[in-house]
């Protein structure tokens, strides 16, 4: 992904192309995995918010961040909604992304990753993981060295862990079918399998950071970000707003979630719902830095601040 993301990079930098600019709009592509994190974005779209800032923005559906973010990189898009690891991977390879607004605000108590065993399993705590089988969809992410981390710090050794990746739809069946001990699953299917009453939760990965922490935001291209740099403090702005309404209302975003997820009404219902933090603080990005540097995501670590747009709104 990375090799993708700076061949790509080539293209923007000798040839970025500005958000396309309209008679009285400003057109900006913006494009997410079909995920709860992307819903401020849609409501923006559907409230009228970012026309109110002069933009015209066009959503676009891909199957992960990684994807989004080589997109970002390549041009297809002046802005991706991705996930942090990736962000910092990307900024170690000298690749220019940056956080233009946060988009998916962590804590022990509120987080859409959950670690999940069999309801009948045995495992209890840190300690009893050594030598088994731990499941993620995506191996060497953010989510899974906050999970290694939180075994370091509670008692076990994850250097005795057997990672495996499967799809998210698959994790449930991993566990039942006992190729795997435990599990890290994203709502709303996290939600859904603890629903089933076949599974409970086992851990919470990220209780032991200290601090709420930015997993995911909007991210844009450095280079492309000073060449037009009003249009994307409106963007932000205009995001502030949509973000405003989002994490205070969730029961009236159910059906635009429902709209781009594929997930029925009920399930978002009952599902944990994103948040987004009010601004972009290096204090909620340097722990998943330095977690990312101590698990081998990235070979050392750097300033929170590096990856933080000068666009983005400050507090």
């Known amino acids: 992904m990375l090799r993708l993301l700076t061949l790509a990079l080539v293209f923007v930098v000798l040839g970025a192309q500005a958000p396309i600019s309209g008679q009285s709009l400003t057109t900006v592509r913006v494009i997410g995995p079909a995920n709860d994190g992307f819903t401020a974005v849609f409501y923006a779209v559907k409230s009228g918010i970012f026309r109110s800032y002069g933009l015209d923005v066009q959503t676009l559906l891909v199957p992960n961040g990684a994807a989004a973010a ?58 009893d993981l050594n030598g088994k089988t731990f499941a993620s969809p995506a191996l060497h992410d953010i989510n899974s060295a906050m999970f ?3 075994v370091d710090k509670t008692g076990g050794d994850s250097k005795t862990l057997q990672q495996i990746e499967v799809p998210a739809s698959a994790g449930l069946g991993i566990l039942e079918q006992h190729r795997a001990d435990v599990v890290m699953l994203t709502d709303p299917l996290a939600s859904q ?54 994490n205070a209302h969730p029961d009236q975003t159910v059906d635009i979630v429902a709209s781009f997820t594929g997930a029925t009404p009920d399930a978002i219902r009952h599902s944990q719902r994103s948040i987004s933090a009010d601004y972009l603080d290096p204090r909620a990005l340097q722990p998943l830095i330095d977690v990312a540097a101590k698990y081998g995501l990235i070979d050392k670590g750097f300033p929170a601040t590096e990856i933080i747009s000068p666009a983005a709104v400050k507090p």
Do not use: C
């Open 70 to 127: 080589a997109a970002l990189s390549g041009g297809g898009a002046e802005v991706a909604f991705t996930n942090t690891a990736i962000v910092i991977q990307a900024h170690a390879h000298n690749v220019p992304i940056q956080y233009l607004t946060p988009g998916g605000y962590t804590t022990a108590q509120n987080s859409l990753s959950k670690v999940l065993v069999l309801k009948d399993s045995p495992l209890k705590s840190a300690r």
């Open 148 to 150: 290694m981390n939180w």
């Open 193 to 246: 399998a603890l629903a089933s009453g076949e599974v409970r939760e086992f851990a919470h990965p990220y209780s032991v950071v200290g601090t709420p922490v930015d997993t995911a935001g909007l991210a844009v291209l450095a280079p492309v970000v000073d060449a037009n740099r009003d249009v994307y403090e409106r963007f932000a702005r205009a995001m502030r707003e949509a973000v405003a309404f989002t």
